[in-house]
């Protein structure tokens, strides 16, 4: 069974960073796109990040230039850095793993909080 962990969020002022780390764990699953996704209350989920296997990535406006997000194939991982942060970034962060059969796998979520 797959697992999707998520880690790094918490309280920061506007202007700081925060990393956030995601891992897949529990097969030999090898991850053909991840993706990071946030969900301010009352707002639907929206994608700030994704990369493929291959490398390539894709921001929204609303973050490009200030997130940037990777990933170690080896250990079957994935980052998100995120700098200068505004307090309209204050949401619940999503991991998501997609694998190259298509199957789709979220993480449980971690919030981030920009204070003004």
């Known amino acids: 069974q797959v697992q999707i962990v998520e880690s790094g969020g918490g309280l920061v002022q506007a202007g700081g960073s925060l990393r956030l780390s995601c891992a897949a764990s529990g097969s030999t699953l090898s991850i053909n796109i991840w993706g990071w996704y946030r969900q301010a209350p009352g707002k639907q989920r929206e994608l700030v990040a994704g990369i493929s296997s291959g490398g390539n990535t894709n921001y929204p406006d609303s973050v490009k230039g200030r997130f940037l997000i990777s990933r170690d194939n080896a250990k079957n991982t994935a980052s998100l850095q995120m700098n200068s942060l505004k307090p309209e970034d204050t949401a619940v962060y999503y991991c998501?793993?997609?694998?190259?059969?298509?199957?789709?796998?979220w993480g449980q979520g971690t919030q981030v909080t920009v204070s003004s």
């Open positions: 998501k793993a997609r694998s190259f059969d298509g199957r789709e796998y």
